[in-house]
């Protein structure tokens, strides 16, 4: 089984809104990824968690704020975001951070108002 | 990652096999090539990934030539499901995968 999920498929918020995205997967994988991917574009790492801890951030503003409660569970916790920020957010695990084949969710397709 | 060029779109005929190349000349001895395809408005999925030697799998088959600057990506048989956005790459990283424009392979009926 190499299945990621990632719940909503679709979100649409306000500029003033929180929400948060989920991620999760069952293959004991120990590493967990966020990119961004906007229309057209191709994806874009975000974020990488290694055995639970942030490892990477590449230079993501602060409204963007990742968490890992478990090793098989990842969260994007959204706030104050602007329309910019609209896109479609993939979660990837890997089985570690180390070149390690990667693991893609369907996505969250997201839209700021 | 090792640069890697890729042409930005390719059409096959169904039943047909696909050959999708990549050119990576500036790969490192210990770097993999990895193909991802991207079918529209779903998440990457992972296709195939070899170092030295031609790999095959059930969705593919991966062949590196010698020198390791090029590589081709074969669907043996093209459906139009195969009909997708195909990113070579080749990571330098421990953890990232920077993924470049790809491929457009249209399959036609």
């Known amino acids: 089984d190499t299945e990621v999920t990632q719940t909503p498929k679709h979100l649409v918020m306000g500029m003033t809104n929180k929400k948060s995205l989920k991620c999760e997967q069952h293959?004991?994988?120990?590493?967990m990824y966020w990119y961004k991917q906007k229309a057209k574009k191709p994806p874009e790492l975000m974020f990488v968690?290694?055995?639970?801890?942030?490892?990477i951030n590449e230079s993501v503003p602060s409204r963007f704020s990742p968490e890992c409660p478990n090793s098989s569970l990842l969260n994007l916790h959204l706030h104050a975001l602007q329309p910019e920020d609209s896109a479609l957010y993939l979660c990837?695990?890997?089985?570690?951070?180390?070149?390690?084949?990667?693991?893609f969710g369907p996505g969250t397709r997201l839209t700021v108002l | 990652d090792a640069k890697t060029t890729q042409p930005p779109s390719m059409d096959c005929a169904e039943g047909r096999a696909a050959n999708l190349p990549c050119n990576h000349s500036?790969?490192?001895?210990?770097?993999?090539v990895y193909w991802y395809r991207q079918i529209h408005s779903q998440g990457p999925q992972y296709i195939i990934h070899?170092?030295?030697n031609n790999e095959t799998n059930e969705m593919a088959s991966l062949i590196i030539t010698e020198d390791r600057k090029s590589s081709t990506l074969i669907l043996p048989h093209a459906t139009l499901r195969d009909t997708a956005v195909y990113y070579c790459?080749?990571?330098?990283?421990?953890?990232?995968?920077?993924f470049g424009k790809g491929t457009l392979l249209t399959v036609n009926p």
């Open positions: 790459i080749a990571p330098r990283s421990n953890y990232k995968l920077t």
């Open positions: 070899g170092l030295k």
């Open positions: 293959m004991g994988h120990r590493a």
């Open positions: 990837a695990s890997s089985p570690r951070a180390v070149r390690d084949t990667q693991y």
């Open positions: 500036t790969i490192s001895g210990n770097e993999y």
């Open positions: 968690y290694s055995y639970e801890k942030l490892s």
